[in-house]
């Protein structure tokens, strides 16, 4: 699912937030329109919508710049759960806001899908 949202905080405009599920990873994409001041970019997951963790960290690259985060762990491997993802801006005087918060489903697929695996599940 893409879901796309806009942020403002202080001089800083974040839009385009949006992730999906492919078959090894869950992407999360956003750009920046404006970026006065910023530091970065925490990229936080969740389970259960709620409850947050920092899983990585984007330094900010500039006005009108395009983030790509990668998502490969071993926790958002199981497919059809659904993840949780928000991004906790941070600017230089040492203050933070978060996005909005997107829901991707995982489609991921952690056997892979070759004759030789298949037949090894079956001996």
């Known amino acids: 699912m893409m879901l796309l949202v806009t942020t403002s905080f202080g001089?800083?405009?974040?839009?385009?937030?949006s992730g999906y599920?492919?078959?090894s990873r869950i992407i999360?994409?956003?750009?920046?329109?404006?970026?006065?001041?910023?530091?970065?970019?925490?990229?936080?997951r969740s389970t259960d919508g709620h409850t947050f963790f920092d899983i990585g960290f984007l330094h900010a690259q500039g006005q009108g710049s395009g983030y790509t985060?990668?998502?490969d762990s071993i926790i958002a491997k199981v497919s059809g759960r659904s993840y949780f993802y928000r991004l906790k801006i941070?600017?230089?005087d040492g203050n933070s806001q978060l996005s909005d918060v997107i829901s991707i489903q995982s489609t991921l697929d952690v056997v892979p899908r070759t004759w030789g695996s298949l037949k090894a599940l079956f001996k």
């Open 28 to 44: 999360i994409q956003w750009n920046t329109s404006a970026e006065a001041g910023l530091v970065g970019f925490s990229v936080q």
């Open 21 to 23: 599920s492919d078959e």
């Open 11 to 17: 001089d800083a405009t974040l839009s385009g937030f």
């Open 90 to 92: 941070r600017d230089i």
């Open 69 to 71: 985060f990668i998502d």
